[in-house]
């Protein structure tokens, strides 16, 4: 058990509607990392928060969006939802910014959009 | 350029071998981190072994071990006396301190598929 908690762990939902995933990192992480593992694009990052700020970007499409609440939790939230958005989205966390320690994953949140 | 590159899409060996995994990696940052991870068919990422980028000894987590080539830029992951439920796609990732253009996330080489047989 990694300690990051991710709801739900499968989703199923139509293309054009939105979701939103949710992630509770580590008890004291204060970095909150969103990954996209697709078949075709393997896992890519998408966006960082660090203690409540967006830290980075990567390659998150504007139909998506994110945020870092006071209590640390992250919550992605997908909208316009495509069939290419069907992937595992995984949620990660680590104590702080700049170290190169081990992330900590979550199990994931697959998402099937039909 | 590919920041982490797996050259491998997938293995199959004899269970009880020995197997490596290659991975080479680019990076301009003194500091960085190495890391393998192991996903099975049911999804979660299971983190198997840490390389820092100032450790002079190679890293072993029990049958892992990480044969680390600072100079070639490689990050070889063996595993020593494979068995069936090694049997999962396995992810070298970077983790630099500076280069991550504002992020200090992992970045991933695309996995191999690593199937041991009976």
């Known amino acids: 058990d990694s300690g990051v908690t991710q709801t739900p762990k499968h989703l199923i939902t139509a293309t054009g509607q939105r979701v939103t995933l949710r992630c509770s990192p580590r008890s004291g992480d204060l970095s909150v990392y969103w990954y996209q593992q697709s078949l075709d694009q393997g896992l890519q990052f998408l966006i960082q928060y660090y203690n409540g700020e967006e830290r980075a970007k990567g390659n998150i499409l504007e139909r998506f969006s994110a945020q870092q609440f006071p209590d640390l939790h992250s919550e992605l939230n997908l909208s316009s939802l495509e069939l290419g958005d069907s992937a595992l989205y995984f949620c990660?966390?680590?104590?702080?910014?700049?170290?190169?320690?081990?992330?900590?994953f979550g199990e994931g949140s697959r998402l099937t959009v039909l | 350029a590919q920041k982490i590159t797996q050259t491998q899409p997938g293995m199959f060996v004899q269970e009880k071998e020995a197997v490596t995994l290659d991975c080479t990696y680019d990076?301009?940052?003194?500091?960085?981190?190495l890391f393998w991870y192991k996903q099975p068919s049911s999804g979660e990422m299971i983190f198997l072994i840490y390389?820092?980028?100032?450790?002079?000894q190679n890293a072993t987590e029990g049958r892992y071990s990480l044969n680390f080539q600072k100079a070639r830029k490689s990050a070889n992951l063996v595993i020593s006396a494979s068995q069936l439920g090694d049997s999962a796609m396995y992810f070298c990732?970077?983790?630099?301190?500076?280069?991550?253009?504002?992020?200090?996330?992992?970045?991933f080489g695309k996995g191999t598929h690593l199937i041991i047989q009976p």
């Open positions: 990076t301009s940052d003194q500091s960085y981190g």
């Open positions: 990732a970077m983790r630099e301190r500076y280069s991550g253009g504002g992020a200090d996330g992992l970045t």
């Open positions: 390389q820092g980028s100032y450790d002079e």
């Open positions: 990660a966390s680590s104590v702080a910014g700049l170290n190169t320690g081990e992330l900590f």
